[in-house]
């Protein structure tokens, strides 16, 4: 059964940090590229963040270059998503999944920056 947990969300000022965790379950993460999304209250599902099989990250929407690193450790069927210099536009549900959203999407880990 494949499954995706994401974990690490929290309510955090603006200029502070999270890491996000994201551990797969059920299929081989080596095989997948891998990738961060987020979706805002009343908005679309968006795009963050993708590293490639073997840890290369590949792609960064444009407002969080410099603040955010994906990474991952496939050995621990694990994806982290470390974020800096939190805005209060980041406010969103994070999610992983495969740079095709071909998983069951988990449930989300919130992340609130608010002052």
């Known amino acids: 059964q494949v499954q995706l947990v994401e974990s690490g969300g929290g309510l955090v000022q603006p200029g502070g940090s999270l890491r996000l965790s994201c551990v797969a379950s059920g299929f081989t993460l080596i095989s997948y590229r891998m990738s961060w999304y987020r979706q805002a209250q009343g908005k679309g599902r968006e795009l963050v963040a993708t590293i490639t099989r073997y840890g290369v990250a590949i792609d960064y929407v444009d407002s969080v270059k410099g603040r955010f690193t994906i990474s991952r450790a496939n050995a621990k069927n694990t994806v982290y998503l470390q974020m800096n210099g939190l805005k209060t536009e980041g406010t969103a549900v994070y999610y992983c999944?495969?740079?095709?959203?071909?998983?069951?999407w988990g449930q989300g880990t919130q992340d609130t920056v608010s002052a």
């Open positions: 999944n495969d740079n095709s959203g071909t998983f069951p």
